[in-house]
């Protein structure tokens, strides 16, 4: 009787974490949507290309190589073939599974890298991003995840778990590490032609597909309840469900709250209803909340995703003034807002400690920001990562990929 309950256990626990899994899957076609909508239509096609095949990259590099630098152990059963049979203890079955373990990690993999796409985006070469998705899901991601999830020393020298770190589902691990590379990348790279005028003056560069953009943050707002649900790691039991359900509603409750934020905030400095300041509130809501959704109210949590909705417009205000150039504000969601998401867990949770935020934090952001910029900087001298002007005039659609998304509404 005990080892069939055990097994019932095992088996509802891997599939709950098998769906969200999913969910998180699903979060690549939000990211595809919302970046399409917000780039102009020259370049859907490139940017669509690169969201599909970062995520088949990441899948591959995180396989071959990536798990194992982050799990050892695990990234050995993995490819050895073991499936987790003969687990002891059903709560954490799931997380020794490798195969479901390592299902649900590449997803998260993949969503960082989705953010660099965004950032970099209607003037990179396409061949230049793919070719640093593979050192990004490969090496510069798992090795900070070995430090922070892995819970490894910070290249043998010291323990973030030993300085009161915690990031329950990765404000820090996942977002402020794409929004990390995604920086480096931008600086590199430069401004799109026409974005700021000879006297500094930020000139807006409209999204071509509003309905798109909007379609897309719907999907990331639904996959983000299996990014936070799915990493309480288990449902069958009666601890672990109710831990599910409170995830699940701080998590709805912060997008709510820092959409209705952003909303408000674009209306009193702009006086509009601004619709991307409110896409880009409900996504900082979120990425507010994801470092801890398990242990505010749900009052603190809508008031958790209000600050995150608040910051990420003077953070794109901001960075348009310092010319860094970030088409749908991937920099300031992912990485300023994930910054504040940490900093924001000692408040509910007592097993951190604002140090040891800051400390995960700044180890995270230095290494990721760091390799990026040599791995961006070496693409640049050996092939090149911006495509020419006139190429970046006409749209990258058509010297990169050789076709156009919307090719009837184009005049010839």
């Not at 009787?1 to 599939?15: K, V």
């Not at 799990?71 to 079955?93: H, N, Q, R, W």
């Not at 417009?313 to 088409?327: E, G, H, W």
Request: proline share 3%.
């Amino acid at each position: 009787m005990e080892n069939t309950i055990f097994e019932l256990q095992y088996a509802l626990d891997t599939f709950y974490f098998l769906v969200c899994g999913a969910l998180v899957m699903w979060m690549a076609a939000g990211f595809a949507m919302l970046e399409a909508g917000l780039v102009r239509s020259k370049n859907t096609t490139e940017i669509l290309t690169k969201n599909v095949a970062l995520f088949a990259i990441s899948c591959t590099m995180y396989m071959v190589v990536g798990y194992s630098i982050m799990y050892p152990e695990l990234g050995s059963a993995l490819l050895s073939g073991i499936t987790g049979d003969g687990v002891a203890g059903a709560e954490e079955a799931a997380t020794y599974a490798p195969s479901a373990d390592f299902f649900f990690q590449v997803v998260f993999v993949a969503t960082a890298m989705s953010i660099v796409s965004g950032a970099v985006a209607e003037r990179m070469k396409l061949w230049a991003f793919l070719a640093f998705a593979v050192v990004m899901t490969g090496l510069i991601y798992p090795m900070e995840g070995s430090w922070t999830w892995g819970g490894e020393k910070v290249f043998g020298l010291y323990a973030l778990a030993d300085y009161g770190w915690s990031d329950f589902a990765g404000s820090g691990i996942v977002h402020m590490a794409g929004a990390a590379a995604a920086l480096a990348g931008v600086l590199v790279l430069g401004a799109r032609k026409g974005k700021y005028g000879p006297n500094g003056e930020v000139r807006a560069i409209p999204g071509a597909n509003l309905p798109l953009a909007t379609l897309g943050t719907f999907i990331l707002w639904m996959g983000w309840f299996g990014f936070n649900g799915g990493s309480v790691l288990a449902t069958a039991s009666v601890e672990n469900a109710n831990a599910v359900a409170v995830v699940f509603m701080n998590t709805n409750a912060a997008a709510a709250g820092g959409l209705i934020a952003a909303l408000l905030l674009a209306r009193v400095l702009f006086g509009k209803a601004d619709l991307t300041m409110a896409l880009n509130g409900a996504l900082a809501g979120l990425v507010a909340i994801t470092a801890e959704p398990s242990t505010p109210t749900p009052l603190l949590a809508t008031l958790f995703g209000a600050a995150g909705g608040a910051l990420v417009v003077f953070s794109i205000i901001t960075l348009d003034k310092l010319k860094i150039d970030d088409p749908v504000g991937a920099i300031s969601v992912h990485g300023v807002v994930g910054l504040l998401g940490l900093l924001l867990v000692p408040l509910t949770n007592d097993g951190s400690s604002f140090s040891g935020q800051l400390i995960g934090a700044a180890t995270i952001f230095a290494w990721v920001f760091g390799a990026s910029l040599v791995v961006w900087f070496t693409l640049k001298a050996i092939m090149g990562i911006r495509v020419s002007e006139e190429e970046e005039y006409e749209g990258v659609d058509l010297s990169e990929c050789g076709q156009e998304a919307y090719p009837e509404f184009t005049n010839k």
